[in-house]
């Protein structure tokens, strides 16, 4: 199936501004070239988009609902059951539902993107993720033309999450977007992590990436999906609103009220590794800020 956004999508623009890829894309064009033997090569957007390892993408992690330190996830997601896997799609949907993981997988489309990622709390990776566009999903269940946000529940399953027996956030985890903004062709839903399956770590079976927002809005292990008219709450912004606002876009020129937000400490360089400027949305400006035209930025953390 042919891509609208990334056909259009040429060496030239291949930038760190418009640093996401898709890798068929990439891969046609080198079996084009006789170069298809180079398919184990992983694309790369550009020379400052050097992919983190795999190590560090799946051992250093925040999933709350499996503990608060950085290496729970990875030490206790193993409990987590995710096959079956269903996701409720209802509200403002013309086929509302009960939608198998494995349904929805064979009517997707899946793509590599290398995307930054960037955590609220001032860390940063670059992860290869696998995944489908939040669009066509959306779109398989037909959003009707009332609808305004989407709002997003994680599994809430106490028996397979040791995190949730405490009351570190109020369970289940919830996000939201904006339609426009779920709607974007930057918006994914992640399915894996350099070309294997997703880990219950990151977020198995099925985790939202956002890339020009804080890490928090890419809510991991998704069961249920809502179109709704009215903005949806969020896990953080209910946790601490004056902390955490419903858009919290990437922003350098906004600081956290604990910290700045400038700057950037990327995770594997080790420690003395140096931290980097970060950008205004991430380095997806080009492509998100005409979302925001006339929005104070500022006011809509
Ligand atoms: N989703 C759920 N359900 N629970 C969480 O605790 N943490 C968020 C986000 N999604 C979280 C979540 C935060 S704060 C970040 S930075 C990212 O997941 C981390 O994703 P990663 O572990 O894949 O890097």
């Given amino acids: 199936m042919a891509r609208r956004w990334t056909n259009t999508l040429t060496h030239d623009d291949v930038t760190p501004e418009a640093a996401w890829l898709n890798r068929r894309q990439i891969m046609a064009g080198m079996a084009g070239l006789g170069l298809a033997g180079l398919a184990g090569i992983p ?6 988009l050097e992919p983190t390892d795999y190590d560090v993408i799946t051992q250093y992690n925040n999933f709350y609902e499996f503990g608060t330190g950085k290496d729970d996830p990875a030490r206790n997601a193993h409990q987590l059951t995710i096959s079956p896997w269903t996701v409720k799609i209802d509200g403002l949907v013309d086929r509302p539902g009960d939608y198998d993981f494995n349904d929805i997988m064979s009517q997707m489309t899946i793509e590599e993107r290398i995307y930054r990622f960037r955590c609220v709390e001032a860390w940063s990776m670059v992860v290869p993720w696998n995944g489908f566009e939040l669009k066509d999903l959306l779109d398989m269940a037909g959003v009707k033309s009332s ?3 989407v709002a997003f529940e994680t599994l809430h399953r106490p028996s397979e999450m040791p995190g949730v027996r405490v009351p570190a956030l109020q ?3 919830v996000e939201g977007l904006r339609l426009d903004e779920a709607m974007h062709p930057l918006t994914m839903m992640a399915t894996g992590i350099y070309g294997k399956d997703i880990p219950k770590q990151n977020g198995a079976p099925m985790r939202l990436v ?3 927002k804080y ?5 991991k292990s998704i069961v249920r999906i809502t179109l709704t008219d009215q903005e949806p709450p969020t896990s ?3 946790a601490n609103a004056q902390e955490y606002g419903f858009y919290s876009n990437v922003n350098p020129n906004v600081d956290h009220r604990r910290w700045s937000q400038a700057s950037e400490r990327p995770i594997g360089g080790g420690v003395f590794a140096k931290r ?3 950008l205004m949305f ?3 400006e080009k492509e998100v800020a005409s979302l925001y035209e006339g929005m104070d930025l500022a006011k809509n953390y």
Avoid: E, H, L, Q
């Fill in 215 to 219: 890490g928090f809005k890419s809510i």
């Fill in 236 to 238: 953080w912004n209910r």
């Fill in 171 to 173: 369970w289940p985890y």
């Fill in 147 to 149: 609808a305004k946000y």
């Fill in 276 to 278: 980097i400027p970060t």
């Fill in 210 to 212: 956002v890339p020009w």
């Fill in 282 to 284: 991430n380095g997806y």
């Fill in 43 to 48: 694309a790369r957007a550009s020379g400052d």
